[in-house]
């Protein structure tokens, strides 16, 4: 077995043993939350905050990557928009939904451990740049066309309203904080003393396996509950479309071998549940969101190994 394969076997084991400690109630109930709120509460912070303390972004190419994947979650969202409304019969409200979960990538729970396991810190370093903005750029996004699309016709869209919710969403984030917090402190110059520094790396690297667990065992308390061709078409074109979009724009925006491969692997992500959350805060698509989620994750076990054998073959 190549060290390629057992790495991407690892990673989703790893889910799996989470799914099936929770599902079969060896975990008691609830048990799966707890550990992604630990997850993403304070063990993924603190990773990110020494991932962007101590990174070298040089050579990483922040625009083109930036780009290069931005462009392509504008294509994937409007195939998943246009999925929902015209090809489903849902609302516009739905379709947000449908957008999201076909262009929203699990890049922290699943992407970091993922990448660390393939591509090591510099894997990781090159992942930072994308989470960085990922998740304002999405929020910010849902919430504008949720607006936009649930006002009466004719009257405008309310700015104030959106921003505040935006604020309100992104930066009570734990993921930002920690970012924020890397970025401060490396501007300061200064190094963490001793105690600070065995906190930190404790608390870090632990985040990767504890994610992964905790992915896996949350999954459990979703399922697929009904929009099964629909979900699968909004899995199609996140776990297809979404990666083979951004190999094209690698290539053309001239990313370096690694950041393209990153790029690529970080597209053939499955949805994350931050799909879910969006849904259920705007009261529309929640089963829909629930069973795609759940859906391309399983599918991702398989579709993730070949979407990097394929940018390890052209990116060298």
Known sequence: MSPLTETVLFVFDLVALGYVAALSGYLKAGSGEVLAQFAVGIAMPVLLFRTMAKVDFHGAAPWSLWGAYFSTI?????????????????????????????????????GIPFMSGIFGQHGVDILSLLVSVHLPVMMMASVILFESFSRVEGQPMDVVKVLRAFLRKVFVNPLIIGILAGLVWRMTGLELPGLGTRLVDVLANIAGPVALFAMGAELSGFGISGNLRAALSLSVAKLMLMPAVVLLFALAFGLPPLTAKVAVVAASMPAGVNSYLIATQFGTGQALASSQMTLSTVLAAFTTGIWLMIATSVFG
């Open 74 to 110: 504008a294509i994937a969202w409007t195939v998943g928009h246009l999925v929902t409304t015209r090809l489903f019969g849902r609302d516009a409200r739905a379709g947000v939904v449908g957008g999201v979960s076909s262009s929203f990538s699990n890049l922290v729970l699943l």
